[in-house]
């Protein structure tokens, strides 16, 4: 009963987000779903908003921050009904690359694949975050990255230096090189689905903190790349929490089951 008045309520939040007919939503461009990886409310919100923006008619495509970019084909083929799921998540190196359990995110995926709805790898690669963790953000060149960096503003980086305090032995340079790195090398993919894709809206699966505001992370990124992107944030208003998951391991979690299956392909 509890589990059932959980996604009910979630359903409403949700349906209450398009019943204000927002021109917002209408009109955007990118819609980020941002979670706090472990927070099981955040992975249902996103589930039940991507399959209420199906029904409302809208054209999308996924973009989740789960899978490293030179894994795209797994994903196309998975999609396409050519590997399964388990395949899929072999290839891509889920568990070694994201780590976080598959339950959160397969209502996702599965949905996508049941409605043939593209999916994006966003992630830059772990090889390119260690090059930079060892050389440094400016000694490294990448076609994953902008030509030009976007440095963190004073702001994020004061937001930044709270989380690292958690974290002392972790060194400052090397921390705001990666976090940049990440935020600039999925604005930069962002920026290349939405021209792939001229009529379709993105809807980005990312942690809240590469999206915590328009103003910050990747959206303002997007922002300099792309000059009058239509951006939205779509928060969970059940979940205020900010963390950078990035820097610790994953915890255990809880049982999370999903009344979701993955459907068959036709031969």
């Not at 930069?188 to 894709?197: A, D, H, K, P, Y």
Request: aromatic letters at 10%; charged letters at 30%; one cysteine or more.
């Amino acid at each position: 009963m509890a589990k059932m008045l959980f996604r009910w309520s979630i359903a409403l939040i949700v349906l209450s987000l398009f019943a204000f007919g927002s021109p917002s939503l209408q009109e955007a461009e990118v819609i980020y779903l941002p979670e706090t990886h472990d927070n099981l409310k955040d992975h249902k919100f996103q589930e039940e908003f991507i399959k209420r923006l199906y029904q409302e008619g809208y054209r999308f495509v996924l973009a989740m921050e789960m899978f490293q970019q030179p894994f795209q084909k797994y994903l196309d083929d998975y999609i396409a009904c050519k590997i399964p799921e388990e395949e899929m998540l072999e290839r891509t190196e889920y568990k070694k690359r994201w780590g976080f359990p598959t339950e959160y995110y397969s209502p996702l995926w599965r949905f996508a694949k049941e409605k043939g709805i593209k999916i994006y790898a966003l992630n830059i690669p772990s090889e390119l975050v260690k090059r930079i963790s060892k050389d440094g953000l400016e000694n490294v060149k990448d076609d994953l990255l902008p030509s030009k960096v976007y440095e963190h503003t004073p702001q994020e980086k004061e937001r930044l230096r709270e989380v690292l305090k958690e974290h002392p032995k972790v060194d400052e340079k090397r921390f705001f090189d990666v976090q940049s790195a990440w935020d600039n090398g999925i604005a930069l993919r962002i920026v290349r689905i939405l021209s792939e894709n001229k009529s379709a809206k993105v809807v980005v699966i990312l942690g809240r903190g590469h999206a915590p505001d328009l103003n910050s992370g990747v959206p303002r990124i997007v922002q300099l790349l792309r000059k009058g992107t239509k951006q939205l944030i779509m928060e969970n208003p059940s979940s205020s929490q900010w963390t950078s998951p990035e820097i610790t391991h994953p915890p255990t979690p809880p049982s999370f089951q999903t009344a979701n299956r993955e459907r068959s392909c036709s031969p």
